[in-house]
């Protein structure tokens, strides 16, 4: 007869079998990371961005495409003062606040007063969405 201990023991090294075969199969494995990626929240449409341009998103986030088949994700934060950065044009992100520019492939500052370059965000492009990664 089995203890209780024994068939709680036995149970969870089964549950550990199934566990990790059913990680170890590529198929759902790649299912999983698919549905995963589904579920966060689709930032733009790369259509929605013109090669040179870009777009603030949610008031957080300013999204950038400086070549065809290139985007770039930064905080939409100012790193002078905090205000909201405006908008992407003539080849910069533009804040309204005090005029900071700062470079659409890398962030870095253009024009000051901003210290520091805006931080990037780490973004996944997969059929014409953009998330974040
Ligand atoms: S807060 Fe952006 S330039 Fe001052």
Known sequence: M???????TRGGAAGAGVMFLWASTPA????????EEA???????????????GKVVKGKYVITRP??????CFSAKCTHQGCTVSGVSGGTINCPCHGSKYDITTGAVVQGPAPRALPRKKIKVSGGKIRLA
């Open 2 to 8: 089995l203890t209780r201990r024994a068939l709680i």
């Open 28 to 35: 759902e494995a790649s299912s999983a990371e698919a549905a």
């Open 39 to 53: 579920a966060k929240p689709v930032l733009a449409k790369t259509s929605s961005i013109r090669v040179g341009g």
């Open 67 to 72: 070549k065809r088949n290139v985007f770039k």
